[in-house]
């Protein structure tokens, strides 16, 4: 119950105000009073409050204007079947939007799957999420990430460490999402015996990935011939998630994106699967939504 209502009761209060009901909670009762409209509007962003607390998972006001924009279920929606369990960390992670589940469907379905959307709309870690799912049930050996180094329009001059610690920047943001995902003594232990690599993206070059999980993440930065490389690697048994933004390319030429050239290519391909996620995907701070929309205004996108 304390999860339903969040700090100081914020998730009840953005109910309240996205709903136009009057919410109260007592015990375990949850009460909607209001116009008929009001409650019918509640009702289902309620249903949703009550099953992410259920599962013991993170519920906060943003969850709950996020749950308010979506359409309503008729109980058999893809996100209740759509769940992932870690057992490792007691957690379950399952879509939270439409757009999400959509994805995470292709991913399930298919051998090759793209991902192309903004920043915040849970592309990289749903894959991550899928990646590991599968390495739990063993249907594949092992999980390879990987990302192309490209500074994000700075130049971070002469890093020092070995070659290990001088690319480790620009993939601290996989690193992050398999620890929210396994112990960390688990993902150490996977990582020293190989079971899951993080590489930068020329490190693929010459290999061939069988019975493997491989994510390329900002793949907007692959230019036209890694691109090319990465998805000649593929080899038995395997499955590959490709994610990027395409407003956030830092090449120095846009053209060169081999991201901007597979999704003119490859469509239509059998296996091959693209989904497109935006802004109503997007489950970071609910200012990340609006600052996105006001970058596709001030481009005229």
């Known amino acids: 119950m304390l999860t339903l209502a969040g700090v100081n009761d914020e998730n009840l209060v953005e109910l309240a105000k996205q709903s136009g009901a009057k919410i109260g909670l007592r015990g375990d009762t949850l009460t909607m009073t209001g116009t008929q409209d009001a409650v019918s509007r509640a009702g289902p962003i309620a249903q949703r409050m009550i099953d992410a607390a259920k599962q013991q998972m993170p519920l906060t006001a943003d969850d709950v204007l996020r749950m308010s924009m979506e359409a309503p ?38 051998d090759i799957v793209v991902g192309i959307g903004p920043a915040g709309t849970g592309k990289t870690y749903l894959a991550v999420a899928a990646a590991v799912d599968a390495l739990a049930r063993k249907r594949v050996r092992r999980i390879v990430l990987a990302r192309p180094a490209v500074e994000a329009g700075e130049s971070l001059g002469f890093l020092p460490g070995d070659l ?66 990465f998805l000649t690697r593929l080899g038995v048994n395997s499955k590959a998630v490709i994610t990027g933004d395409k407003t956030q390319i830092d090449l120095p030429r846009r053209e060169e994106s081999g991201l901007v050239q ?8 059998e296996g091959i699967g693209f989904h497109y996620l935006n802004d109503s995907d997007v489950v970071r701070h609910r200012l990340v939504r609006e600052i996105i929309r006001a970058y596709a205004d001030d481009a005229g996108i």
């Open 164 to 229: 290990q610690a001088k690319v480790d920047p620009y993939l601290r943001p996989l690193y992050d999402a398999l620890e929210d995902m396994m112990p960390p003594e688990r993902v150490q232990k996977a990582i020293e015996t190989r079971t899951i690599e993080i590489a930068p993206l020329a490190y693929m070059r010459g290999r061939t990935l069988a019975d493997a999980f491989v994510i390329l993440d900002e793949a907007q930065n692959a230019t036209n011939a890694q691109m090319k490389m």
């Open 262 to 269: 597979i999704e003119r290519i490859l469509p239509g391909i």
């Open 73 to 110: 279920r008729d109980g058999n929606g893809a996100e209740d079947n759509l769940r992932i369990v870690l057992p490792g960390v007691r957690k379950i992670i399952q879509p939270k939007t439409s757009g999400q589940a959509e994805y995470l469907k292709l991913i399930l379905e298919n």
